[in-house]
């Protein structure tokens, strides 16, 4: 086999978070004073570079932004918003990440074939990791509850360490896993995990079953990408 490592986003990759993210962005944007109506496929746009960007969206988008622009901020040279102060972000996010903790396991699942995926992969020996913008608290309270026992380790965003698409916590998976980049393949749903792998000098599988759709992705060169379970199985163990 061509992979001796796996390490997986976890939103809209590994398991289906939508709805207690829309839930948890909602009620905290309410708490603020701003709009808090959003549904499930503008919540989607938001997330996918931590939760601080989805708040720099969500209230851009609210000030008028259009929807196209939303995932430009975050990345280089769109770190700040015009009339979205870091504050602001910040106080937001403050009420969001307690609330979110509490919550974000009420109506999360894993996405059709992943359990059996990740069963077929520790039958195997091959390593598996998660490496996700959340915060890392979410991150390991969902390890833990649904994935018992299926991932070697896991790591979410956290201070001190800068979020994906750098390349500082794959990097840091990869020496808990004992296994260099070369020899590991990085698996997600969005153009921030595209970002991550090439970054980390991984190869990347891109999901279209998550937060970013199939013509999005093949626009920004995503090669493979896989639309179930199995066929991720078989390019992950593809010799």
């Known amino acids: 086999m061509k992979y001796k490592a796996a390490i997986f986003d976890m939103d809209g990759t590994v398991l289906n ?15 603020s004073g701003h709009r808090h109506d959003y549904q499930g496929d503008m919540v989607r746009q938001f997330f996918g ?5 989805a708040i720099q969206r969500a209230l851009a988008y609210e000030k008028g932004m259009p929807e196209e622009n939303l995932v430009r901020i975050g990345t280089p040279g769109f770190e ?9 972000v910040e106080e937001i996010a403050t009420i969001y990440k307690p609330f979110y903790a509490e919550h974000a396991n009420d109506k999360t699942g894993p996405y059709p074939g992943i359990l059996d995926l990740l069963k077929t992969l520790r039958a195997k020996k091959i390593p598996t990791a998660v490496v996700s913008n959340k915060p890392d608290e979410a991150v390991r309270i969902l390890a833990e509850e649904v994935f018992a026992g299926l991932f070697d380790t896991c790591i979410g965003e956290q201070d001190g360490i800068p979020r994906k698409p750098a390349r500082d916590m794959t990097d840091l998976v990869l020496k808990r896993l004992n296994v260099v980049p070369e020899e590991a393949v990085y698996i997600g749903d969005s153009e921030v995990d595209m970002q991550t792998a090439a970054n980390g000098g991984m190869d990347c599988i891109s999901v279209d079953w998550g937060f970013r759709s199939h013509s999005f992705l093949e626009e920004r060169g995503a090669g493979p990408i896989v639309s179930d379970a199995a066929a991720l199985e078989a390019e992950i163990l593809r010799s």
């Open 17 to 31: 978070t939508l709805d207690d993210l829309v839930t948890a962005l909602n009620w905290a944007l309410e708490r």
């Open 49 to 53: 570079s931590g939760v601080n960007v």
């Open 80 to 88: 700040n918003v015009e009339g979205v102060s870091d504050q602001e």
